[in-house]
């Protein structure tokens, strides 16, 4: 009889421990919504640029279909810089020879004319100090635009012979060929491809390539660096 007793007590006490605020059967109680930071932004429209806590903006929405699309049209760049930085390499190796103003290499001049330029004088085609760019403004909207450089410049035509170039009447890109002020294993070359697929904003995709020269004396092409990546 004591051993019934003390079960009973156990059950009652168990019974008594239970939550009593949990509610009856059949009722529903419903929470109140978590409250919403105050400081909480809204999102932003399709399409149109936030602010970064550094204050500067950040790339404005694309769609799936017109980022690939873009994307698409990059690889137009990725060939044509491909054969300006391979062009570029091939003349560092090759043989440079004192031509004067009316041969192929231009820019070397001298009275040697016709012997062979010592490689700590080596430059990139086009000698110190040259650019030119194939058009007078950056494409946009992500269409073709007619070239406007002078094929007809007697440098810049070297320029494309002895880099084996040759641009398109139109292209996607405007292409930009820089040479340093340096010689030899000091010489270098910038090679930059733009193009403004958006032109709302005032920011371009841009790639660039940097060429140096080693101290074998041989081109060497840095990884390209792309700013404002398909914007």
């Known amino acids: 009889m004591r051993t019934r007793y003390l079960f009973i007590s156990l059950s009652a006490l168990t019974f008594l421990a239970c939550d009593t605020t949990s509610p009856p059967k059949g009722e529903v109680t419903l929470e109140p919504p978590a409250k919403e930071a105050a400081d909480a932004p809204e999102p932003d429209a399709v399409g149109e640029k936030t602010e970064k806590a550094e204050g500067k903006d950040a790339p404005a929405f694309i769609n799936p279909f017109e980022r690939s699309k ?10 044509t810089t491909n054969r300006m930085t391979t062009g570029a390499r091939g003349y560092m190796i090759s043989e440079q020879r004192v031509t004067g103003p009316d041969g192929n290499q231009p820019w070397h001049e001298g ?16 000698g110190v100090n040259f650019s030119f760019s194939t058009h007078d403004a950056i494409p946009q909207g992500g269409k073709k635009a ?5 094929a007809a410049d007697k440098k810049i035509a070297a320029v494309l012979e002895q ?8 292209t996607y890109f405007r ?14 070359l910038k090679i930059t491809a733009e193009t403004d697929f958006d032109p709302d904003s005032p920011q371009a995709h841009t790639m660039t390539y940097e060429v140096t020269v080693n101290d074998d004396f041989e ?11 398909l914007q």
Do not use: C, H, Q, W
Request: hydrophobic share 35%.
């Open 70 to 79: 873009r994307k698409s049209i990059t690889s137009e760049a990725l060939m």
């Open 175 to 188: 292409y930009t060929y820089a040479t340093g002020p340096g010689i030899g294993k000091d010489a270098t």
């Open 146 to 150: 007619k070239t406007t450089f002078d």
């Open 163 to 170: 880099g084996y170039l040759k641009f398109e009447p139109e």
């Open 111 to 126: 009275d040697t004319v016709g012997m062979p330029v010592a490689v700590e004088s080596y430059v990139f085609p086009g």
């Open 219 to 229: 081109a060497v092409v840095g990884e390209a660096t792309v700013e404002n990546e």
